[in-house]
């Protein structure tokens, strides 16, 4: 595909990512004077398992649509994820409900539901993906994250602490949801025939092999921080954590999003070629030119910046903010390269790195934490991180490719 398909669709899924994370950059002051930075914390806690369990609800199958052969074959990834996600929904069932008897509080149990939603969106997204409905892709990204925002707003106004975090935030996803449901000629087709879901499940079995402990691993990451920082310095700073880390990685959620989802389908056919890894360049170098500003802006006016926009009551974050700067930019080029490794089908390899760098940011965490707070460990896992997504970084670049014959 040429690379100027890619450019548009890059920007009509641009196009809706800023405006999903215009309305809750902008709600977010508002949001911080409903909510105390304690329901913040619960919520980031809350969000961060939801999200580790939501990445591998379809055991990464759904992954796998943009390399199916034929339409055929993409219903059977479908039928199969649905199975999945059906199993995965009991057993996150039965662990919301142990979570809330322990804690002795009612929230948890919010976590099927949102479980659910998410690995539904998941599947929906990356079958959108595969069809190439960019628009309708970008409509569902403003009405995730711009929605969430508005929707935790109007209730917070009736002090719902933090079930009204959790509840805006699921009702927008269930809304993309349905933006990115096929029509309904589509939906026929689907029950043509009965889809092969097991052969579906014996071929594409690297995904869940390889990519599903990859991905939770990665997600287990946020976790796992989230859970450190409550348990070290109490509910407001993990709340400060959260808040930093959601309006620091918002540009890497707007365009790492965008151009994963149009770069995908565009590796899995050039793949593993001269073509294909220049790409790669490309997309790299052009993501490192707009993080580099990205940077030095938060350097700079970070710690000023958070204290005038959300409150005297959140400075910590700010501070955070400036300490985390150079790992948020590392993280906003690697975030959309994601997809390489899968196109590339070196999911074996992606696998050993990660772990390498989640051990990384897990321990320069809890080594920053002690050393200096919130501050210290956000100077920590900016250095330790430097060093792995360089070498990541590097290991694309020179990535051996298939020799182009007359």
């Not at 880390?245 to 151009?259: D, I, S």
């Given at each position: 595909m040429a690379t100027s398909g890619l450019r548009r669709a890059v920007f009509t899924l641009l196009a809706g990512g800023a405006l999903a994370q215009a309305l809750p950059l902008a709600l977010g002051p508002w949001l911080t004077r409903l909510y105390s930075p304690e329901s913040y914390g619960q919520y980031h806690l809350f969000a961060a398992v939801a999200a580790n369990l939501a990445v591998v609800a379809c055991a990464r199958y759904e992954f796998a649509l943009p390399m199916a052969a034929d339409e055929s074959e993409a219903r059977a990834l479908r039928a199969l994820c649905q199975r999945v996600l059906a199993g995965v929904l009991l057993l996150t069932t039965l662990g919301a409900v142990a979570w809330a008897w322990r804690l002795g509080a009612v929230w948890p149990?919010?976590?099927?539901?949102?479980?659910?939603?998410?690995?539904?969106?998941?599947?929906?997204?990356?079958?959108?993906?595969?069809?190439?409905?960019?628009?309708?892709?970008?409509?569902?990204?403003?009405?995730?994250?711009?929605?969430?925002?508005?929707?935790?707003?109007?209730?917070?106004?009736?002090?719902?602490?933090?079930?009204?975090?959790?509840?805006?935030?699921?009702a927008a996803v269930l809304a993309a949801l349905a933006v990115l449901r096929p029509a309904g000629a589509d939906r026929a087709a689907e029950v043509d025939r009965a889809p092969d879901w097991r052969g579906a499940a014996r071929r594409f079995r690297d995904y869940p092999l390889l990519n599903t402990p990859h991905a939770f691993l990665g997600a287990l990451q946020d976790t796992v921080a989230v859970a450190l920082i409550a348990a070290q310095l109490g509910a407001a700073a993990a709340?400060?954590?959260?808040?930093?880390?959601?309006?620091?990685?918002?540009?890497?959620?707007?365009?790492?999003?965008?151009?994963?989802?149009?770069?995908?389908?565009?590796?899995?056919?050039?793949g593993r070629t001269p073509a294909g890894r220049a790409l790669v360049l490309r997309t790299m170098a052009l993501l490192a030119l707009i993080a580099a500003p990205l940077v030095v802006g938060l350097w700079a006016v970070a710690p000023a910046l958070f204290g005038w926009a959300f409150g005297a009551e959140w400075s910590a974050a700010g501070e955070l903010g400036r300490a985390l700067a150079l790992y948020i930019g590392l993280h906003f080029v690697a975030s959309p390269l994601g997809v390489v490794t899968l196109a590339w089908d070196a999911q074996a390899w992606a696998l050993k790195l990660a772990l390498v760098g989640q051990g990384l940011f897990v321990a320069a965490l809890a080594a920053g934490l002690a050393w200096d707070g919130l501050r210290g460990a956000g100077w920590a896992v900016s250095l330790a991180m430097a060093v792995y997504f360089g070498w990541y970084f590097l290991k694309l670049a020179t990535w051996p490719v298939a020799e182009v014959t007359a």
């Open positions: 149990l919010w976590l099927p539901a949102s479980v659910g939603a998410l690995g539904g969106l998941s599947l929906a997204t990356l079958s959108a993906t595969r069809a190439q409905r960019f628009r309708a892709l970008a409509s569902a990204r403003v009405l995730q994250h711009g929605g969430g925002a508005v929707g935790q707003v109007a209730i917070g106004l009736l002090q719902a602490s933090v079930h009204g975090l959790i509840a805006g935030a699921l709340g400060a954590w959260g808040l930093a880390l959601r309006y620091l990685k918002a540009p890497a959620t707007l365009v790492g999003g965008a151009v994963s989802q149009a770069l995908h389908p565009r590796l899995a056919q050039a």
